[in-house]
Nanobody
Framework: QVHFVESGGGLVQPGGSLRLSCVAS????????MAWYRQAPGKEREMVAI????????KYADFVKGRFTISRDNGMSTVYLQMNSLNSDDTAKYYC????????WGQGTQVTVSS
């Protein structure tokens, strides 16, 4: 059974940083591109970043380019999202999933950017 556990969210001031983690299980992690999505209240879920199976083919949404970095540790079945220069628009619940088979979702981790 595919399972994702996201962590690392919290309350941070504008301009601050957070590092999110997502531990995956139930499939061969290294064979799949992984993605981070986010969903703010009242808005649709949107893609934030994608990392290919070997940390290649990295793609970012325009609104996070230069601020966020996606990385992965295939040995730990974990994908990370380093978020810098956070602003209030980044407030959302963040989720990870398999990038091109987004059928399974974890509980997400809440990121709140506020002074």
């Amino acid at each position: 059974q595919v399972h994702f556990v996201e962590s690392g969210g919290g309350l941070v001031q504008p301009g601050g940083s957070l590092r999110l983690s997502c531990v995956a299980s139930g499939f061969t992690f290294s064979n799949y591109a992984m993605a981070w999505y986010r969903q703010a209240p009242g808005k649709e879920r949107e893609m934030v970043a994608i990392s290919g199976g070997s940390d290649s083919h990295i793609k970012y949404a325009d609104f996070v380019k230069g601020r966020f970095t996606i990385s992965r540790d295939n040995g730990m079945s974990t994908v990370y999202l380093q978020m810098n220069s956070l602003n209030s628009d980044d407030t959302a619940k963040y989720y990870c999933t398999r990038a091109y088979q987004p059928d399974d979702w974890g509980q997400g981790t809440q990121v709140t950017v506020s002074s």
